[in-house]
């Protein structure tokens, strides 16, 4: 018997049927950096909570994507705790496109 394989789109929240899946993704998406930030830092999880004002289970929560704890808003107030820019743009989606859509670009 041969299993069927089904190719999943590029948002693997959508594929599991998640409320929202652009948001979700995009507040992985930004999780996941704020992460890499703080181990391109060396900071631990103590030092990282005292930048952030985040106690330290609360920063193991970031680190592990805990998405549930953390809004976009929150995500880009630490953002800017660990000096980084926050940049959102606001604009008409392309004729092309069938509907709106929500995205990050996450810069080096």
Do not use: C, W
């Not at 929240?13 to 830092?41: C, H, Q, W, Y």
């Not at 985040?54 to 193991?60: A, D, R």
């Not at 809004?71 to 705790?81: M, Q, V």
């Amino acid at each position: 018997m041969r299993e069927k394989i089904i190719r999943g789109s590029d948002n693997v929240f959508k594929d599991l049927g998640v409320f929202d899946p652009e948001r979700t993704l995009i507040r992985a998406k930004i999780m996941s950096r704020i992460t890499e930030i703080i181990n391109e830092l060396g900071l631990t999880q103590k030092q990282a909570g005292k930048l952030l004002n985040l106690t330290q289970p609360k920063v193991s929560n970031l680190m592990n994507g805990k998405l549930s704890i953390f809004s976009l808003e929150h995500l880009f107030k630490l953002l800017t705790a660990l000096k980084y820019d926050v940049e959102i743009i606001v604009k008409p989606k392309l004729a092309t496109e069938t509907k709106a859509t929500t995205s990050v670009l996450l810069a080096a």
